[in-house]
Structure formats: C-alpha cells, structure tokens
C-alpha cells in the first residue's frame, strides 16, 4: 500500500460532500422528502477518499452504508444539513453538493400528530436556505465548489445560469432524457460544465464511473489553483 501515496492526487485535501435527500418535518410522524437515494453522493465521496482526500460526507437519510474512512455527519432536515455543511466549509478544499435538499420547508411544525378533519387540507411552507448559494458567496481562493443541477427544459442554459449564479466553480448536469439515469438508479448520464464554459457529455455510465469523470474535473481545477 505503501507506493500508493505518491500517487494519491488529493493527498492533504479536506473535501465535504452532501448527498441524498432531506426529510422536513410536518408533524412528529410525517415529513416532505424526495426520492434521492444517495448513491451518486455516496460514490463521489467514496472516489475522493481514494484518491487521497481527506472526506467528510454529509447526508440525510439514505438506506446506504458508509463508505470506507469517511467521517459521516448524519442529517434529516435542509437546516441541519446547512449547519453542518457551514462548520466544515471553511476547513475544506473541495466541496461537492450532490444533496437534493428541499426547497420548501413547513413554516410550523405541529407538536402532535395532525388529525383529519376538513376534506381540503393544505400546509404553508417557507423557503430553505439555499446551502450551495451560501457557500458560493462565502467561497475563497483555493476552493473548488461543485454543484447539481436537474433540469427538465432549457437544461443546458439553466444550469449555466445555476453555474454562475451560485459562484461554482463546476456544474453536473443530470440528464432526464435518458431511461436509467437519475433518483433511484444505479446508473447516469450528465454533462459537466466549467466557468469557461467548456462542456463535457457523458455517456450513461454506473454512478461509479460517473464519479471518477467527475474527480478528474476537480482534480484538474485544484491542480490548476
Ligand atoms: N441546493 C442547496 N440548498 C438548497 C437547494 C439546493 O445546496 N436549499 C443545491 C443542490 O445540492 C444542488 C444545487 O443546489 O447542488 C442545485 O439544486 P437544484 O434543485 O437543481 O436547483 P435550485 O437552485 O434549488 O433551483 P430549482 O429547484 O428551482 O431548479
Ligand atoms: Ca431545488
């Protein structure tokens, strides 16, 4: 194992990565959540431990196990996944957010389970914190700050906007045209895109190796810092 360290591209880097969904709460027994199962979050920070970075992984509730020396921070909420995600920012170097985080939250949250009643029924709801527009503007010099996107029409141009809009450094851009790629599959298909504007199309690959093209942007854009 020895040689491996000379090779290890990320060795001495601290990278944060969120992944899976959120859960808000409604009442003590039901929430709003998605249907991101984690694993393309998982897989990235998973690829990054092994090239050498030091990883801590955010997630929200995901039926996956930990990828192997990863320090995981367990979360449910969009809030708690903000506030964790600010403690560790300023130590890190690479920062991935691969959460699909809500962006709506109940203004209350009832105390007690919520009877039915009324034949309508509706519940108000607030903005979240946007997590990777926060980091974005708190972003310095040496940061490599990736994000998510998941577009259904003018893909390209939206996530160009989300790119520069939140200060990214590198945009994913997940395919919904493709069968198989997205929540809750084992594979995907996603295009990257730079603040130069360079972009890059993937085929549909296992989240695996969707993983790796995504290290090898960062690793280029930390070695180019
Ligand atoms: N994101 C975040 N905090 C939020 C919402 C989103 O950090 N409260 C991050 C996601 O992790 C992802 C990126 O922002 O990396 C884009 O998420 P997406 O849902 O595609 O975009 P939004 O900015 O939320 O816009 P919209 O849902 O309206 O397209
Ligand atoms: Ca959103």
Known sequence: LEHSTTTLPLKGKRALVTAGPTYEAIDPVRFIGNHSSGKMGYAIAARLQRLGADVTLVSGPT?????????????????????????????????VMSAAVADYTPTVVADQKIKKKAED??????KTTDILATLGKEKREGQTLVGFALETNNELENAIDKLHRKNLDLIVLNSMQDKGAGFATD???????????????????????????????IIAHQTAL
């Open 187 to 217: 594979t995907n298909k996603i295009t990257l895109i730079d603040r130069a504007r360079n972009i890059h199309s993937y085929d549909l690959k296992s989240k695996e190796e969707v993983a790796k093209d995504i290290c090898m942007h």
């Open 121 to 126: 029924f509706s519940i108000a709801l607030k």
């Open 63 to 95: 039926s996956l196990k930990t990828p192997q020396n990863v320090t995981q921070i367990a979360v449910q909420s969009a809030a708690q996944m903000f506030e964790a995600c600010e403690a560790e920012f300023q130590q890190a170097d690479i920062i």
